[in-house]
């Protein structure tokens, strides 16, 4: 029987040895997961500092625009529902007499229709017209405007209309009361 004896250089053991010892190869993909966060914010209501309503002798009338007011509902919520509430202080003069008072239930108020909204949902308002008018009661406020449904961010702008109904007995001079919306 013969032997044969195989004469192995030392670059090729060590080019063996580096193979074996050589990291796997790289997938061809791989995958990250990745987050990140939708930041909920608030719901507020925006109303203007003042407003001159006009004028108008005892026994009329006074109609007047108060000013945009501007619900705007950032919550991101999976139910964006939300109600806005007005109320009103009474309207005084000078003392708090009779005949130098307004009361707040002889203050009619009509939000009329939404002059821009933004969002998705149903945005209805409480009093779509002049026929519609509500007393304003500084108990249980009125229902100003309201969004249904939807998701995620929202808005509602209207101009709501007040009509002061002055009474017959009313002293002359200058009438301040708060009208107050809320949301929620």
């Known amino acids: 029987m013969r032997t044969r004896t195989i004469l192995v250089s030392a670059a090729a053991v060590a080019a063996a040895t580096a193979l074996a010892a050589s990291p796997a190869l790289a997938a061809p993909t791989d995958t990250t997961t990745a987050t990140f966060d939708v930041t909920a914010g608030t719901l507020d209501v925006t109303t203007p500092d003042t407003a001159d309503l006009g004028s108008g002798a005892p026994g009329t009338t006074i109609i007047s625009q108060l ?17 806005t509430a007005v109320t009103s202080t009474d309207f005084t ?5 009779p005949s130098e008072t307004v009361p707040a239930t002889a203050i009619d108020y009509w939000s009329g229709a939404a002059t821009a909204t933004t969002g998705n949902g149903t945005f209805t308002p409480g009093q779509p017209t002049g026929a519609d008018a509500e007393p304003l009661d500084n108990a249980t406020g009125v229902v100003a405007f309201t969004h ?13 209309t007040l009509e002061v109904n002055v009474p017959l007995a009313n002293q002359a001079g200058t009438y301040t009361g708060t009208v107050t919306h809320s949301v929620a």
């Open 93 to 97: 003069t000078g003392g708090a007499t």
């Open 67 to 83: 000013g945009a007011v501007t619900v705007s509902d950032t919550r991101a919520a999976d139910d964006a529902s939300w109600e």
């Open 148 to 160: 249904t449904g939807g998701t995620g961010n929202n808005s509602a702008t209207w101009n709501p």
